[in-house]
């Protein structure tokens, strides 16, 4: 497995990333809103979370819940389950865990089984290095490369789909919430 060395950035400015990465991606959607730092009322209380996204489509307008993990350690299963009751509490539609760090087999799991989409954020600039196996004359100019990439790391589509995408190229937000944004 190849590790990705963690952004270097504060909690609130990997909030920050996370909510510009999913506006980058929102061209297509309907009425499409996100907010940094939303209190929402559930059946059971009140909860901040990082990132809301609100957009409409085929008529019904949808609210998805972001946490974000600024962690050093694997993100556990316990976080997933938590964002779920989140989601139950509120009505939310959908919920993405961002995270600095790799996810605990549990936690994919657990979100698979959900439908909660996972996304490590990692370094652009390394991923750049690791991934990119080309002659010198291929490469794309230094400036060129985005400072960070988020990696999808599982979601559900099919049931056993994992991949990653980038600002550039890759899954689209509608890809992240399955069922509810029809493919164009």
């Not at 350690?73 to 139950?88: N, Y």
């Not at 600039?125 to 960070?148: A, F, G, H, N, Q």
């Amino acid at each position: 497995m190849i590790e990705y060395p963690s952004p270097v950035l504060s909690p609130e400015e990997f909030e920050l990333v996370a909510k510009q990465i999913l506006d980058a991606e929102s061209s297509s959607l309907q009425d499409y809103r996100s907010n940094h730092k939303e209190t929402i009322v559930g059946s059971d209380g009140e909860y901040e979370f990082d990132v809301t996204v609100r957009f409409s489509a085929m008529g019904a307008n949808y609210l998805t819940l972001v946490e974000c993990k600024h962690y050093k350690h694997r993100v556990k299963r316990e976080v997933v389950q938590t964002l779920l009751a989140k989601i139950q509490s509120t009505g939310a539609h959908k919920g993405i865990v961002f995270s600095t760090a790799d996810f605990q087999s549990g936690a994919i799991e657990f979100a698979k089984s959900h439908g909660i989409a996972l996304v490590r954020l990692a370094d652009g600039r390394s991923c750049y290095l690791v991934k990119m196996r080309t002659k010198d004359m291929d490469l794309i100019p230094w400036e060129m490369v985005p400072s960070y990439i988020p990696r999808v790391v599982g979601w559900v589509i099919d049931g056993n789909t994992m991949s990653r995408i980038s600002n550039e190229e890759g899954r689209r937000l509608r890809d992240l919430l399955p069922g509810v944004v029809p493919n164009r």
